[in-house]
């Protein structure tokens, strides 16, 4: 019976799929585990061989644990909004939602061949309204909270209230926006209804504030700084500008401190969790408060070295800053204006990036010393971000180097005050010295006293206080797009009213055209039907808005992240309409136990979700603060480009060996029309590239020859193989199997379809140890000694692999059992029954067709694991080489057991030791048991 993979891969799909093989039970005497992957967007372009590397790893974790008897949960989904789906909708004017069914249906197409055990009764999509209702539900419990430091979390409005209804907010220690006035409690009970309002948006865990963003006009949204690379868009190339904004922001920075805590309790890689910590940037240091010569205005900076505070010759603030404006002189105007405009069209990350360019304009105006009372002079420089601490620093020339560069590029005077400190240019290499201000309370002080008593000391004319600064800025939630969760929130005079719980979800309306408005207003403006009817609850036409009854709703959309921030607590009970799971539910599955994923979302979603999962849990609706035990991050699968050399100037390509010292210009070719011999079909190559119909191919021995290079596989490099291709021409099982062989989880590896032949011949030599030309040839006979070990060494090996996540380790380790299987011509059952197990997880077609063919009623996966017993490793016998004056004639199989006499006995008896002494009595026999024997004639 011959291996016909296709076949049996298309068999047992369809057997999973009719039986809900994988699907999970709320319910269960077994013990749980929760298997997650990061839910993929659904390209145009569906996968290519990297991106099922993860998905591999979780699967077969997924399955192993199910042979070990757990109740798997192992879901999948999409993350189906997205700016790319909407970008194809403004030039094809097809409505997203129409790509995004497409592209959903390719996806679970190959993801179904691929063999995965997802449980799909349980699959969302962030654009399914019945998903983002809860994503709306969860932006309403946002707005009705804020944070109580006194607490520690986050709390219901109505209690902030009560406490400004009975006290004011002079006691009230809260996460808040800076410029909170102070009132009392008659003064909030003699407020208007709008005025309250106002004052709680300062306090709200979501709000409104006009924030800097990355503001990219060709797309007509709000970019986050991951979508900008090199200056632009990342989607399209297209230039980013800062520019502000009102925005829907999130009070991410509340949890700071706990955010940072929580990375002690959970098992993710070190990498990442030093990228959070990174991204959080706890600072201790003080607050100093510089006050602006000849206006009311000041300037509070954060800074960890107050006792440096005598050595600040300057200031910078960030372009941004609200003060610059104001404190600017009419002979400094038009060089800060132009300043301000050049540094705009920078992002933020280029601009903390660039430690080498400075630039910077001087304002005109200066600050006071707090003690001194010397003027200092203001500075601008894009160095300082506006989000960032309070977009203000002061510079230190001798304490810091880029303040040193800084004043010396721009002939600032660095004043030489310190007391026997050397601040020359040599000197300052020097960061271990420490830098103590010449000054009557801080003179001789080592470090750490001065810094306390710099503190106190601006503690006492109230010009500073020790401070805990974090680098971790509030996450901007709004964006101008069309293809995004709305905002379940309509606006009375202008500021924000959520909608009853009991109305969502609140769907995206119908547009003519996905584009901002002629007006700049997001693409929602282009909606007709788009007002909120209060007395009605919903939503009717734009015409009808009074606002008396009939309100404008929000035209932003939320964020990408928005719908990843708790889907995987969604997943638990993704069917449920009355609420975003049940407390059965969440009592059930706890925690996810495993997640895999990519470390590009460190600072991004794995980060937010961080952040809700912490406010869930402080608003009861989540057992646990931290949502995933374990994390792990996938490494990559790299394609193997291609390339073409056109010499520069002229019309013509040579081939790779005959380039020498030619100036050429490399041009990518897509790999599917090169050989495995590295040759390109020139006329393929033509017709792909029309503009080289005319070029000349200068050959060598008669063939164009690409080069290659190791890039991350892309559709813009075209070095993508589709795995739809090898499954088809070698099975899923060889592409599982593969991409787990080709090295450890974690690490990045080049994707070579050459090396696939090897592990596909390795299936078929595993489906002959059970099928000859007459058929099944497993019997019931007792299985060899040497068989029972060959099996228990696999049993623990690949049990102790999987638990450590060396997948590729295990892929050896099969290949090694089968050779030794075949060699000893095992047909036991008992053997070949408990290899399928451990193969199943990794090659599940395989696994179950031959588990049919030995008579199994019960698909492969609810069979126990096979449990490993040591006895089957011990030896009870030793092959002794036995020797003759040193030299090894032959060797003889006894039991380990034997006393020194009883070894020599035996040896001497042999036939063999008879014929080496012909007759002569040996002087000396030499044993040492378990060893040697040595006899001495």
């Known amino acids: 019976m011959r291996y016909n993979f296709n076949e049996i891969e298309a068999k047992w799909q369809k057997y999973w799929a009719e039986n809900q093989t994988f699907k999970a039970e709320n319910n269960s005497d077994k013990p ?20 099922p590397l ?11 644990k199910r042979h070990q008897g757990f109740n798997v949960l192992h879901p999948q989904g999409y993350d189906s909004f997205g700016l790319p789906a909407e970008q194809y909708a403004i030039q094809t004017g097809q409505h997203p939602a129409i790509t995004t069914a497409e592209n959903i249906k390719t996806y679970r197409r190959q993801l179904d061949q691929i063999g995965f055990s997802f449980d799909w009764s349980r699959e969302v999509r962030t654009s399914d309204p019945k998903y983002y209702k809860w994503t709306q539900w969860v932006f309403i419990q946002l707005f009705n909270s804020w944070f109580n430091n006194d607490s520690g979390k986050a709390e219901d409005i ?22 909170v006035e102070v009132f009392i409690a008659e003064d909030w009970n003699s407020f208007t209804s709008e005025e309250q309002q106002k004052i709680l948006l300062q306090y709200r865990l979501t709000y409104l504030a006009e924030t800097e963003v990355n503001w990219c006009p060709a797309l007509g949204t709000v970019l986050a700084n991951d979508e900008i690379v090199n200056g632009v868009s990342e989607r399209g190339g297209h230039p980013v500008i800062r520019k502000k904004m009102t925005q829907w922001s999130m009070r991410i920075s509340a949890y700071a401190e706990r955010l940072l805590q929580g990375l002690d309790t959970i098992d993710w890689t070190d990498s990442l969790k030093e990228s959070q910590r990174n991204w959080i940037g706890k600072s201790v240091g003080a607050s100093v408060t510089f006050n602006v010569n000849n206006h009311e205005a000041f300037i509070d900076v954060f800074t960890t070295r107050p006792d440096t505070i005598f050595g600040v010759s300057f200031m910078t603030l960030a372009p941004e800053h609200d003060l610059v404006s104001k404190i600017t002189t009419t002979e400094q105007k038009s ?38 009372k010397e ?11 506006a989000g960032y601490g309070t977009g203000a620093v002061m510079s230190v020339p001798c304490g810091d180097q880029r303040d040193y560069d800084f004043a010396k590029h721009f002939d600032i005077p660095i004043p030489n005050i310190f007391d026997g400190v050397d601040i020359s240019e040599e000197a300052f290499a020097d960061k271990e010295k420490t830098i103590i201000a010449n000054s009557d309370f801080l003179n001789g002080l080592n470090y750490k006293k001065a810094t306390k008593r710099a503190i106190y000391e601006l503690e006492q004319i109230g010009q500073g206080e020790g401070k805990t600064n974090y680098r971790l800025r509030d996450a901007v939630f709004s964006r101008q797009r069309y293809w995004g ?7 009375v005079n202008g500021l924000p009213q959520m909608i009853d719980t009991e109305h969502l979800p609140i769907e995206l309306p119908e547009v003519e055209k996905y584009l901002p408005t002629e007006t700049g207003e997001p693409p929602l403006g282009n909606a007709t039907v788009w007002a909120w009817d209060r007395l009605k609850a919903e939503v009717v036409s734009n015409n009808l808005i009074d606002n008396e009854n009939v309100f404008p709703l929000e035209l932003n959309t939320m964020p990408g992240w928005a719908g990843s921030s708790q889907y995987f607590n969604r997943y638990m009970d993704p069917n449920n309409e009355d609420a975003i799971f049940s407390k059965e539910a969440i009592d059930y599955w706890q925690q996810v136990d495993l997640y895999i994923g990519g470390s590009e979302h460190a600072t991004g979603h794995l980060l937010y979700s961080r952040f809700w999962q912490k406010f869930m849990f402080d608003k009861g609706y989540v057992n646990h603060d931290e949502y995933a035990k374990k994390l792990i991050n996938q490494g990559m699968i790299l394609g193997t ?11 013509k390509f040579l081939s790779m060996g005959l380039i020498g010292d030619l100036e050429v210009q490399p041009i990518h070719a897509d790999v599917s029309f090169i050989n495995s011999s590295d040759e390109l079909d020139i006329e393929a190559f033509k017709k792909w590239r029309p503009e080289f119909m005319d070029a000349e191919f200068v050959l060598e021995e008669g063939v164009y020859k690409v080069g290659r290079d190791v890039e991350k596989m892309s559709k813009s490099k075209y070095n993508v193989v589709n795995p739809d291709n090898i499954c088809e021409r070698y099975g899923a099982d060889s592409l599982r199997l593969y991409e787990m062989f080709l090295g450890p989880l974690e690490q990045y590896k080049p994707w070579n379809t050459a090396g696939i032949t090897g592990v596909h011949g390795f299936l078929k030599k595993l489906w002959k140890l059970y099928f000859d030309d007459n058929g099944v040839k497993v019997t019931n006979v007792n299985p060899t000694k040497d068989s029972l070990k060959t099996l228990h060494k696999t049993i623990k090996k690949v049990q102790e692999d999987i638990e450590n996540f060396s997948f590729n380790t295990s892929v050896s380790t099969f290949m090694i059992a089968v050779n030794e299987l075949t060699s000893q011509k095992c047909t036991s059952n008992e053997i070949l029954e408990p290899l399928l197990i451990l193969i199943s997880p990794y090659a599940p077609h395989i696994s179950e067709e031959l588990w049919s063919q030995l008579g199994n009623s019960e698909s492969i996966s609810t069979a126990p694991f096979p449990e490993f017993d040591e006895s089957h490793l011990v030896e009870s016998t030793k092959n002794y080489p036995i020797s003759f004056n040193g030299k090894m004639r032959f060797t003889m199989e006894l039991p380990l057991n034997l006393s020194k006499e009883d070894i020599e006995k035996a040896v001497l008896d042999n036939e063999k030791t008879q014929e080496q002494l012909a007759g002569r009595a040996p002087k000396k026999v030499i044993v040492v048991p378990g060893k040697i024997v040595n006899i001495v004639g």
């Open 485 to 491: 969760e709305p905002f379940p929130v309509y606006y």
């Open 54 to 64: 993860g998905y591999i790893a979780s699967d077969i974790y997924a399955r192993y």
């Open 158 to 179: 109505s209690e902030l209230i009560k406490v400004f209804e009975t006290e004011g907010n002079f006691n009230v220690k809260a996460v808040c926006d800076d410029d």
């Open 32 to 51: 749980k585990y929760y298997v997650l992957d990061m839910f993929p967007y659904p390209s145009g372009a569906g996968l290519h061989v990297g991106h």
């Open 641 to 651: 480009s291609a390339f073409v050399y056109r010499v520069e100037g002229e019309n």
């Open 375 to 385: 003027p200092i002079p203001i500075w601008i420089g894009d160095y300082v971000l």
């Open 335 to 372: 060089e800060v204006e132009a300043y301000i405009e050049a540094t705009a069209k920078r992002s933020e990350r280029d601009r903390m990036a660039d430690v080498k360019t400075i630039t910077g304009a001087f304002t005109g105006a200066y600050a006071e010393h707090p003690f001194t």
